[in-house]
């Protein structure tokens, strides 16, 4: 295999595993970005206690919008932003939501579900590849960047970039003649006064390359504590229950046995990694999104030969990995726990079918999918007093 079609592999699968459906389409489909229409505040409020925030990209990637689910009677509410940047993902905190447009956009989107009013659209910077946001007060929170080395430091209440934080150190190969310019900084999490930061450290050509860790940044402080290193490559995903957080790494694209790919456990009371839970290969596939329920129950989306993504229960304390759920055609379109049930976004069969599903944790049946304007590609819990 060509290496500029194993980076077209890569890319491709990243899309499927982690929502980065607008950098992929770019490279294998050479579509344009939908047109930057006007943001629709012109909707109903919510009436739900608990909603499910949703993006949803169409099946060829050509565009993208923002939907909300009301748990209350599972209505939808589509269209609240049309003409959405087709690559990126969504995250909620405090009634708010926080929408980023990634690659070739780098935007931030904050709409307060409340006031069902889109706040701000910032731009944030030029050819960082934003990924993540992880909102720790009202006017403080922090943004990762795929392709630069400083770690965004953002007041969500006005929507500015305050300062950043060099994450160099971090980078492939630091300091020797192989180094790379930037260390791939991706998934965020927030324990106590600490946020942990995924370090890819993939090469120029989105191929796994060095040693893959995590960051520990004191939110007080904004200085770097320590770093943890990973057993895996390609961190995709975390998720903290307790003092425990839990990593997925995607491992190497062109692996067909998955077996580069894992989960691992991180103490962080230590900040000791507490070593793999299971590889890719016990899933079916390479790893993306992961969340807990319980210390002793877990999700993960797995994506198997076939391109299509399986959800699947496993314990972490326990080490054993169990079935998938079934009735999920295609589940790449992101995992969320609002603490009774498990909502999966489903992409569907080409489209068709897709939706929201909404799964009962203790017997993994699907109680219902919940139709949406178009396949999901990102899922958020919005309640009050909930966090990233």
Not at 279 to 307: C, E, H, P, R
Request: aromatic share 6%.
């Amino acid at each position: 295999m060509s290496k500029s079609l194993t980076v077209l592999k890569g890319l491709a699968g990243l899309a499927r595993l982690t929502g980065l459906t607008g950098l992929a389409a770019v490279l294998l489909m050479s579509c344009g970005d939908p047109p930057d229409d006007p943001i629709d505040n012109d909707v109903e409020p919510p009436t739900a206690t608990v909603s499910i925030a949703v993006t949803a990209i169409a099946a060829d990637y050509t565009a993208a919008n923002f939907e909300i689910i009301s748990t209350d009677n599972y209505s939808v509410r589509q269209n609240i932003i049309p003409g959405l940047h087709t690559d990126n993902a969504v995250r909620a905190f405090n009634g708010d939501v926080y929408i980023l447009e990634r690659f070739g956009k780098d935007n931030v989107i904050k709409y307060n579900a409340k006031k069902t009013a889109v706040e701000y659209q910032e731009h944030i910077g030029e050819g960082l590849n934003i990924q993540d946001i992880a909102v720790v007060s009202e006017t403080k929170a922090y943004i990762s960047c795929l392709q630069n080395s400083g770690l965004i430091v953002f007041n969500p209440k006005i929507g500015k970039k305050l300062s950043t934080i060099d994450l160099s150190r971090f980078n492939a190969y630091a300091g020797t003649d192989s180094a790379e310019a930037y260390p791939f900084a991706s998934a965020l999490a927030v324990y106590g006064d600490y946020l942990y930061v995924a370090c890819q450290r993939l090469n120029s050509l989105f191929e796994v390359a060095d040693t893959s860790l995590i960051a520990v940044i004191n939110t007080r402080t904004n200085a770097i504590v320590t770093s943890i290193k990973l057993n895996k490559k390609n961190p995709a995903s975390m998720d903290v229950l307790g003092d425990k957080l839990l990593v997925s790494s995607s491992g190497d694209w062109s692996d067909v046995t998955a077996t580069s790919s894992g989960i691992e456990m991180i103490d962080l009371v230590n900040n000791e990694n507490l070593g793999l839970i299971a590889d890719g290969g016990a899933f079916g596939g390479s790893l993306g999104s992961v969340i807990f329920v319980s210390q002793s129950k877990a999700y993960a989306a797995a994506m198997t030969a076939n391109w299509t993504t399986d959800v699947i229960e496993f314990n972490p304390a326990a080490k054993t990995v169990g079935a998938k759920i079934n009735g999920i055609t295609d589940g790449s379109g992101g995992l969320a726990y609002d603490g009774s049930k498990l909502y999966i976004g489903d992409r569907g069969d080409n489209g068709a079918g897709a939706g929201v599903a909404a799964v009962n944790t203790s017997t993994n049946n699907v109680e219902r999918t919940i139709q949406t304007g178009m396949p999901p590609s990102g899922v958020a819990v919005i309640k009050a007093g909930n966090t990233l």
